[in-house]
């Protein structure tokens, strides 16, 4: 295909830095098979940077390893389900990789999951075993007891625990006892439980990895749940190529090699995190900053400590660094990209961070169903504010009619984001139907409202469903309703994302009381948060004698979204007025 044909049909193709080529030849080979290779090549090179503490590639390789020989002791067979529960540790990248190399399937899930949440979970999937960390013992062994009692013996038959401090240098390791936050029934819990580290002592060598007998484009690697339309979590399945294509296209962006290094404070249980953090550099030989949860401060002394070239955050990760009090005292000088998406990056927040740095923010845009990042703003080239870039080499976008998604629309017109590429995910676990909406044509319809320039820049203008992205985490309102709908005074409810400069969007929730019921906006809230994760919770609940509906008695969520953003503009204009 010649350039200009390439510019015809790929206009954003003219955009591409140099050193990233229209197209990737992609080995037909398993994601540890790959990560087997990187320690062949770079053994004594920085792999991990834990609190300070580094493991090399070959020390890394050699953890896997051993694990990976004992998962097959315990009788882990291809196919067979495991649980990862864990933050941004050493051994989430040690079990992730060894899980892949027996044949097995990764299930990442978050691990300030509530109960009936990890019983949806475990049971959808029917999750043989689970890593986790030690301070979920408790909510862990109550939902395994709940199954076994249900005489779903055949779920979570093994569990192993993990401290986040286990890997940490001493004395630093000293100063982080977290069973001390176990309640007394957590401790009991632990006491008898098994740890990871014992599955790490075995001598098995493996003479054949399971994972070679794979096939690489229909056999499922990661199995990672997302909020679905109906409000329950469904699991998007993940192939080897899938999640190969996607690394390597992350890689070559960037022109990412063994010199790098690579701050990772978005969750690995998450697509952004699991690929562009943890894969990406996997590959590549890149050496990879592991920091649990994000606290500016902590962000800030890595990044001033390590010397990293790259970053991936969201928005409030930016927002947070940039207002933080004492920035002064660290230089983030050695950043030379920083990738952001999840959620929309105001202009603002993007021109202070690259006047502060120096580096490119590169905002861009994923999905689950598609493994996660397929499009950004080029490293050198032309970067757009406001634009969530260009397509990845192999990826294809366009935009669709609303009505139909069959007619192709021209630059400067509005419609539905529809995607082509070898990332997209085999399908919706158990849910043929979903996926047949999803996928059509070897097309992903994302659901997302989108518009392209004459360049073949994309913007993303709305959102079709419903979902509020929250400090870059999916929110789905029918999963909020449906509890809060179980509270016993609750008679109406409906759920919306309203714009909020920090986190993008908050949560709010209007809601209708049953007859002579009373509740309180902070009681609603409380209850929300015992079954719901942190960044799901309404941060407010509004109060209505009645929701406004249709007139065939559909609750109208737009007039309610519509008045709870003018709301907010009222509030920002008068503490605006005040100063």
């Not at 809230?525 to 929701?547: A, G, M, T, W």
């Not at 003018?566 to 503490?575: I, P, R, T």
């Amino acid at each position: 295909m010649s350039l200009e044909t390439n510019v015809l049909e790929f206009p954003w193709r003219a955009k591409y830095d140099k050193q990233v080529p229209f197209n990737l030849t992609y080995p037909e080979e398993t994601v540890d098979q790959l990560f087997r290779k990187t320690v062949s090549k770079y053994p004594e090179s920085i792999a991990l940077i834990y609190f300070n503490k580094k493991l090399t590639y070959g020390q890394l390789g050699k953890l896997v390893e051993q694990l990976a020989g004992e998962l097959v002791q315990l009788g882990i067979k291809p196919g067979d389900k495991i649980a990862l529960l864990l933050a941004n540790c050493p051994q989430y990248v040690i079990a992730y990789y060894a899980i892949l190399a027996v044949g097995a399937v990764v299930v990442p899930v978050n691990p300030l999951s509530t109960e009936p949440e990890l019983l949806h979970i475990f049971r959808d999937s029917q999750v043989k075993a689970a890593i986790c960390l030690d301070l979920l013992a408790e909510r862990l062994e109550n939902v395994r007891d709940t199954m076994h009692q249900a005489g779903e013996t055949h779920l979570l038959q093994y569990t192993y625990y993990t401290s986040l401090n286990e890997y940490m240098p001493f004395p630093l390791k000293l100063l982080y006892p977290l069973t001390r936050k176990l309640s007394p029934e957590g401790k009991a819990r632990l006491k008898t439980a098994k740890r990871f580290k014992d599955l790490l002592k075995g001598n098995t060598i493996l003479k054949e990895y399971p994972s070679q007998k794979v096939d690489v484009h229909k056999d499922l690697a990661v199995l990672i749940y997302t909020g679905g339309t109906t409000g329950r979590p469904k699991g998007v399945m993940l192939s080897h190529y899938g999640l190969v294509t996607n690394a390597f296209q992350a890689i070559s962006w960037v022109s990412m090699n063994n010199k790098d290094r690579l701050v990772t404070v978005l969750p690995v249980f998450h697509g952004f995190g699991m690929s562009v953090c943890m894969n990406a550099p996997m590959f590549s030989g890149a050496s990879t900053i592991l920091i649990p949860r994000f606290e500016a401060k902590a962000v800030l002394q890595a990044i001033h400590k390590h010397k990293p070239t790259y970053f991936a955050g969201v928005p409030t990760m930016y927002i947070a660094m940039i207002n933080y009090p004492k920035l002064k005292k660290y230089s983030l000088s050695s950043l030379v990209g920083c990738f952001v998406g999840a959620a929309a990056l105001a202009p603002e927040v993007k021109r202070s961070f690259e006047e502060l740095t120096g580096a490119r923010l590169m905002e861009g845009y994923g999905l689950t169903e598609g493994v996660n990042a397929l499009c950004c703003n080029p490293l050198h080239g032309e970067n757009k504010t406001g634009s969530i870039g260009i397509p990845f080499p192999d990826v294809n976008f366009k935009i669709r009619d609303i009505d139909t998604g069959e007619k192709d629309l021209p630059p400067g017109e509005t419609g539905e984001l529809v995607i082509q590429c070898p990332d997209l995910m085999l399908g919706y676990y158990n849910r043929p139907e979903e996926t047949a909406y999803a996928l059509r044509n070897g097309w992903l319809y994302t659901g997302d409202i989108a518009t392209m320039d004459e360049e073949g820049y994309f913007y993303l203008v709305d959102r079709k469903k419903d979902m509020i992205i929250t400090g870059g985490f999916n929110v789905y309102p029918r999963e909020v309703e449906d509890v809060l709908y179980e509270h016993p005074a609750v008679r109406e409810a409906c759920v919306v994302g309203v714009k909020d400069g920090y986190s993008g969007e908050r949560v709010v929730a209007y809601v209708s009381l049953k007859e002579g019921a009373t509740a309180t906006e902070q009681e609603i809230i409380s209850f929300c948060r015992k079954h719901l994760v942190p960044y799901k919770v309404p941060r407010n609940v509004e109060f209505r004698d009645e929701l406004p509906k249709t007139a065939i008695g559909k609750i109208l969520r737009r007039t309610l979204r519509e008045a709870a953003a003018a709301e907010a503009e009222k509030s920002s204009k008068e503490v605006a007025a005040t100063k």
